[in-house]
């Protein structure tokens, strides 16, 4: 609306220039307007170059060239010359003052330009004695006036009166008021006399005044204040009168002040933490069975599946990694927990994976609460808090790895139920503690009460250790449950959240514990010593697992760096089990980490490290075996749930059993090394089948040296040896080949005689036996069958489709390269432009030299035309007076 | 001179008698009294040492020259005098070799030293101009100097040892060479005796010295002629006899060695050997390896064909074959065997089928070559790919295969499957698992280079995977239980800790 007003109020003046100007245009012939043609219209679009006016602008670089071109070649061949192009030097016309006068006009026209029209004399600087105008006016120095005011008098100058007297005075008519004329010499003396006099005054009152007025500033500076108080008490009075704030106000400006509550979470409920808690660990269990497929490497982006379909488009085809989903004979499937329905896991263990989260959701909220609450409950399985206490006495020490053990039995006769006629064997004699809960809380009370006490006798704080040295000094003569409690206190000081530098001092003390871990495996020499060893062990392990979980890098970096030494030792001797101290790391190397990996930079060197032994070195001792079979057991802890198959192991087992085979015929039964055919160190000799053993597992005192074999291990180690090729058996079930795996094993089996053993060894050969018949017979073997090839899909190419189409086509390149791209057309166009404007140039001189030449020819025409007129009229008067001559 | 007078002293002594003696030869007692307190059998070291001094000196000094001029009356004390010395020094030398023989080991080997050091000297300063003979190395005593470095008496392997200094110079090689058929027994020996013969033959090179040395001349090559067809018939000679013996294991062992590093090629009839290759086959251990070898090598070069050859191949690999130090031998030996692609597909069959089953048992590393080695017969062979891919059989209880069975043909390998392989994809180490994975995807099409991974041990293996580094750190997420853990522990049921 405003634009349609603004219209309207043209003024007749802008109308009649505006048709002036049309009119001019106007008359502009059309023939000489070249219309460039346009290919597309675009609405909106602003065009430049619509028309073009060929003949004005040639004219127009006609007469650029004239100005340019052809002064350059009217000079050309000429030296240069000095130009003096000072305004009017070269006039003779023009006088000095004139000369002046034009060059000051012409800098005053230079510096005159539209814009200073209403600009007076802004750009000139007044000045008054050198100072500008604005500087005197601040009057920053009063003294500056006076001076000036009476500059006359005071300064050294001669008197009005004494210069008109002494150089233009009187003459000869006038007479001075004084007697007796003086002479000129006097005079001059008494002046000189007078001026210095008149100078010494002037500087004695400056100095006076400038003294007053310093004075005065001092004296004023002194008064401000008082001034100044003075005025502000009024304002306080001023204040004071204004109405008191209203407690109404007063609370709302809190109010309004007051830190707002962010939006937050509500507070979860128990149900929802635990919830979490096992969403958390079903998705770590998740992770860690892709882990155990190797999935992690090998399966980063690329899907495994293609259908026929596809179009190389890299569209991800969602896939499970691909199983046959089978079921074996107890309608188990052999796909596991991955398939998970409204958060229940269905898989062939359900009820164990649950069991076991639930149980790791129970442990990880009593972490969280660590309190006596616990005691209070009833659930035997809550045995969790143990983990901070361990017994001081034995047989507290004896009744945790019981009772873990009837509940791992527990869980096994679960899942072997038609096994579980054996396994109720081993479960009897233990089932009195099963029961006696109120035992159990005792203990537990016990034991609480001596962690307690721990906690009481030990101060609060301790500082990380300086160097081992220190840490030693520490644990000198602590029991295994005070060196626990010292762990978790140096923990809970350093905790890296508390300050910067924790977490490496954390790491130091991580490996300060692995060499106190060597020391305590290594110096342990007798039984005493051994199970002292292994309950620091057991009691230290919760808290060097809290630091490896703060720190896993190190914890990772030191226990591989604790590892290559060991195994850079164990080179050295290869046919010589190394210490106790190395199955201390790897027992703790597969609480620290997770053994079922496909590859982990830990677990894999410990695998390797625990074959080279199992196959290499020599089984002679009792150490020697024991030895073996603690390797044994711990390759099957690490593969328990990954169900991966290590060849030494059951070669190990079978050496073993071998050692049991009375070897009384001629004929030699074959073991593979490291075992010899002839060896028969186990083979039982007494008749123990009276016997009754209310412990068959395996002590640590097992693993000392001991010069001969007792009667007593040489059952156990047997019973052990069967039993934990049993769990070998059941774990490697699933293997096409597993028959044949266990093929010597069988046959050694048949050779024992089992006579001799208590009947519990008898049941749990005679169980092996049965199981291993079981599995030969159910066997059902497939044929290995290759994936058949797909046929390879033709390509199907689809129409290309551009987001944004607007007729260009952008090359997709770098852009270097569209840089260079661009730079090259550039260059291109720039030079066919100079290209044609050397052309129209040369052109130019061109028609130049012809018109010059043609000038050139035309005066010399003309000239010959002239001569040859002046001749002829010559000739005519010459002819006319000789005429004339003739006529006379 | 008492015994205990102190050695340094007495070495003293006894250079002073021989320099007394060298200088003024007209002094034989004192000769004698070295000769007679070397026989007294005290301070042989210093007497040995002495004794050489004194005889290199006359041997360089043509003392004991003799020259017999025809027509010319012999000056008859001079020439009792030579006479005399002459016997001295041959008695000396028996003695001296006799040294060799002795329970000390420097003796022995001062003994050697000294022997061969008058032995050069005598072959550079002959005793009797013998013009006509290109080059003079007193046969007699280098027969001697043999035959106690490889006597029956005791082990001479340091002996030997120091010889094969000496066999470094062309003309001393040569005429062991020469003297040794000699010295070969013709019927059973003692075992010292093969022991130390053996070795020595270990030692001897069949061709001339890169460096053309020579001991017992004074210039070089100018007329000395090393002759390697003498050498060849030598050998040959010897070998005829050695063959006879009867071996035991460990020298039987080493003549195969000999025999397949420097004899055969030289041999005239190997074809000969066949049979001593196939009784040396059935002898188990590393010796059948190497007469695995050895055939190998006849088949190759002289177009052996012998029946059941495969048979005994296969009957090779047992479970003990892994904790052999010859295993990577074995492992590349059949595969060299087995590279023929005109073999029957079920021997080659029974030869996967049989890698594999052993591959149950196997240290990992082992268990990665046998991985390898069964994928390139697969890839040789497309015939056994019925092994990977049998679609028609379905389901089976047992494995066809017949592990006992003796003869591969018979093993009834072809109507199997390779489910070793398939279980080894379980194996504890990746790299294993990895390996064994090929047969899930399609072959490749260029086999798997054996040598590489040939000689890989396990400690090979664990220094890769610790120097392996990922960046995935995992940690057991579930809090353990004292020193038990939360789920799948299993130490604490076996273990009373």
């Known amino acids: 609306m405003a634009k349609i007003k603004n219209k309207k109020r043209k003024t007749a003046d802008q109308v009649h220039g505006r048709k002036e100007a049309m009119q001019a245009k106007k008359s502009m012939n059309p023939f000489e307007i070249h219309v460039n043609k346009e290919k597309m219209r675009v609405l909106g679009k602003k065009n430049k170059n619509d028309r073009g006016l060929p003949g004005v602008s040639r004219a127009k670089a006609i007469e650029k060239r004239k100005h340019t071109l052809l002064q350059e070649y009217k000079v050309a061949n000429k030296s240069n010359k000095f130009m003096d192009k000072r305004i009017g030097e070269r006039n003779k016309n023009m006088t000095e003052e004139d000369k002046v006068m034009a060059r000051f006009s012409a800098v005053r026209v230079k510096a005159h330009n539209k814009k200073s029209i209403f600009n007076l004399a802004d750009d000139e600087v007044l000045t008054h004695k050198g100072q500008t105008l604005s500087e005197i006016e601040k009057f920053e120095d009063p003294r500056s006036d006076d001076e000036d005011n009476d500059y006359e008098q005071k300064s050294g100058n001669l008197e009005k009166d004494f210069v008109g007297d002494a150089h233009f005075g009187g003459g000869l008519f006038r007479k001075t008021g004084k007697e007796g004329a003086k002479t000129h010499k006097e005079l001059i003396d008494q002046l000189i006399a007078e001026s210095k006099k008149r100078k010494a005054e002037k500087q004695k009152t400056k100095e006076a005044t400038l003294e007053l007025t310093e004075k005065l500033d001092s004296e004023w500076k002194d008064l401000m204040p008082l001034i100044n108080k003075n005025k502000k008490t009024e304002e306080d009075r001023d204040k004071e009168s204004t109405p008191k704030v209203d407690d109404y106000d007063k609370v709302m400006r809190e109010l309004r002040f007051e830190a707002r509550g962010t939006v937050s979470d509500r507070l979860k409920t128990e149900d929802e933490i635990a919830k979490e808690e096992k969403e958390k660990l079903e998705k770590l269990e998740k992770e860690r069975l892709d882990r155990m497929q190797g999935f992690v490497e090998e399966k980063s982006n690329k899907p495994t599946h293609r259908s026929a379909d596809d179009l190389d488009d890299d569209f991800v085809y969602e896939s499970d990694p691909e199983y046959m989903l089978s079921y074996n004979n107890e309608g188990e499937s052999n796909v596991k927990v991955d398939a998970t329905i409204n958060g229940k896991s269905i898989g062939d263990n359900e009820d164990n994976s649950d069991e076991e989260n639930d149980e790791g959701d129970e442990e990880e909220a009593e972490g969280e609460e660590e309190d006596q609450e616990e005691e209070s409950e009833e659930e035997p399985d809550n045995l969790s808090d143990l983990k901070e206490s361990d017994g001081e006495n034995e047989d507290l020490e004896d009744e945790k790895p019981k009772t873990q053990t009837v509940k791992k039995l527990g869980k096994i006769t679960e899942k072997f139920k038609e096994e579980a006629r054996k396994n109720d064997t081993i479960i009897l004699p233990k089932e009195e503690t099963f029961n006696t809960k109120e035992m159990i809380q005792d203990d537990l009370q016990k034991r609480k009460e001596i962690m307690e006490k721990a906690r009481n006798e030990l101060p609060f704080t301790f500082s990380l250790p300086d160097s081992y040295e220190d840490l030693q000094k520490t644990f000198e003569n602590q029991s295994s449950n005070h060196q626990c409690v010292i762990l978790e206190r140096m923990i809970k000081c350093n905790h890296p959240s508390l300050s910067a530098g924790n977490k490496e001092n954390l790491g130091v003390l991580f490996a300060y514990i692995l060499q106190h871990l060597n020391d305590i495996g290594s110096e342990a020499t007798n039984a005493k010593s051994i199970k002292e060893c292994f309950n620091i062990f057991n009691a230290i392990v919760p808290q060097i697992y809290e630091l490896a979980q703060l720190n896993p890098d190190n914890a990772h970096n030191s226990l591989r760096e604790v590892l290559k030494e060991k195994h850079e030792e164990y080179k050295k001797s290869p046919k010589k089990y190394p210490g106790l101290e190395l199955l201390l790391f790897f027992k703790l190397v597969s609480i620290l980490f997770s053994t079922s990996d496909f590859r982990h930079q830990v677990i894999t060197p410990c695998f390797i490290f625990m074959e080279q032994m199992l196959n290499k070195c020599k089984v002679q001792t009792q150490i020697d075996i024991s030895y073996g079979l603690f390797l044994c057991t711990l390759i099957l802890e690490y593969t328990s749930l990954s169900k991966r198959y290590l060849p030494a192991v059951v070669n190990f087992l079978g050496g073993i059993l071998h050692m049991t085979i009375p070897k009384t015929s001629v004929k030699l039964i074959k073991v593979s090394p490291p075992f010899k055919s002839t060896s028969s160190h186990l083979v039982l000799v007494e008749d123990k089948s009276k016997k009754t053993y209310d412990n068959l597992k395996l002590s640590s005192a097992d693993l000392l040296d001991s010069s001969e074999i007792t009667e007593d291990f040489q059952v156990r180690a047997f019973y052990n040896t069967v039993k934990l090729i049993e769990e070998f058996v059941n774990n490697l079930k699933d293997l096409s080949s597993n028959v044949e795996i266990f093929q010597g094993i069988a046959n050694y089996l048949k050779l024992v005689k089992v006579d001799k053993y208590p009947k519990v060894v008898k049941e749990a050969k005679l169980s092996l036996e049965k199981l291993l018949e079981n599995n030969r017979k159910e066997r059902k073997l497939e044929f290995i069958v290759m994936e058949a090839k797909k046929p390879k899909a033709l390509r199907l190419y689809e129409p290309k489709i551009v987001e944004i189409y607007d007729g260009k086509k952008f090359k997709v390149q770098s852009r270097e390269k569209a840089a260079r791209d661009k730079m090259l057309h550039k260059l291109k166009k720039e030079q066919k432009g100079a290209l044609r404007e050397i052309r129209r140039d040369k052109s130019f001189l061109g028609r130049v030299k012809i018109s010059q030449k043609l000038q050139s020819d035309k005066e010399r025409k003309d000239k010959v035309k002239r001569i040859f007129s002046e001749a002829n009229i010559q000739q005519s008067e010459l002819n006319a007076i000789d005429r004339k001559k003739k006529r006379k | ?497």
Not at chain 2, 441 to 466: C, H, M, R, Y
């Open chain 2, 1 to 497: 001179m008492s015994q205990q007078e102190k050695p340094a002293k007495i070495s003293k002594l006894l250079r002073i008698k021989a320099q007394e003696f060298l200088s003024n030869l007209n002094r034989p007692q004192c000769l004698e009294e070295i000769v007679q307190h070397f026989h007294s059998g005290s301070d042989t070291l210093a007497c040995l040492l002495t004794l050489e001094m004194v005889f290199c000196n006359v041997l360089k000094d043509k003392v004991m020259h003799l020259e017999y001029v025809p027509f010319k009356s012999i000056d008859n004390t001079n020439f009792h005098y030579k006479e005399w010395l002459r016997n001295v020094y041959e008695n000396c030398f028996t003695k001296i070799v006799e040294c060799i023989g002795q329970e000390s080991q420097k003796i022995q080997l001062q003994g050697l030293s000294s022997a061969m050091n008058i032995l050069s000297y005598e072959g550079k300063y002959p005793l009797d101009n013998k013009s006509n003979l290109e080059s003079y190395v007193p046969l007699h005593k280098l027969r001697a100097v043999l035959m106690e470095i490889i006597s029956s008496r005791q082990n001479k392997t340091n002996m030997i040892n120091k010889y094969t200094e000496y066999l470094m110079y062309d003309d001393i090689l040569f005429f062991t060479w020469k003297v040794l058929p000699f010295l070969t027994a013709k019927c059973n020996p003692k075992e010292v005796y093969m022991v130390n013969y053996l070795l020595l033959l270990e030692k001897m090179q069949t061709s001339r010295n890169i460096e053309a040395q020579i001991l017992c001349g004074t210039d070089a090559g100018a007329f000395f002629n090393f002759d390697e067809a003498v050498i060849k018939k030598s050998l040959n000679k010897i070998w005829h006899c050695v063959m006879l013996w009867e071996h035991t294991p460990q020298t039987h062992k080493q003549l195969l060695i000999i025999l397949l590093e420097k004899a055969l090629p030289h041999l005239e009839k190997p074809l000969l050997l066949t049979d001593f290759f196939m009784d040396s086959l059935d002898v188990g251990g590393p010796v059948s390896l190497l007469a695995l070898q050895g055939i190998f090598t006849m088949i190759q070069v002289h177009n052996l064909d012998y029946p059941n050859i495969f048979a005994k191949l296969y009957s090779m690999f047992e479970p003990e074959i892994f904790h052999t130090k010859y295993k990577a031998r074995l492992f590349y030996l059949s595969d060299l065997f087995l590279s023929s692609t005109h073999l029957p597909e079920t021997l080659v069959a029974a030869f996967a089928k049989r890698l594999a089953r052993l591959a149950l048992v196997a240290p990992s590393e082992d268990v990665i070559i046998i991985c390898h080695f069964v994928g390139n017969l697969i890839l040789r062979h497309p015939g056994l790919k019925c092994l990977l891919n049998n679609a028609n059989s379905g389901m089976s209880n047992e494995d066809p295969y017949i592990m006992e069975e003796r003869d591969p043909l018979k093993s009834n390998a072809i109507s199997s499957s390779l489910w070793e392989l398939q279980t080894l994809q379980q194996h504890c180490q990746p790299s294993v698992a990895t390996a064994a994975r090929f047969i899930n995807a399609p072959l490749p099409s260029v086999e798997w280079d054996l040598g590489q991974i040939l000689d890989n041990t396990g400690d090979d293996i664990f220094d890769k995977e610790v120097k392996k580094f990922s960046k995935l750190i995992v940690l057991q997420f579930e809090k353990p239980n004292g020193g038990a853990l939360s789920r799948g522990e299993k130490v604490l049921q076996f273990w009373d800790l």
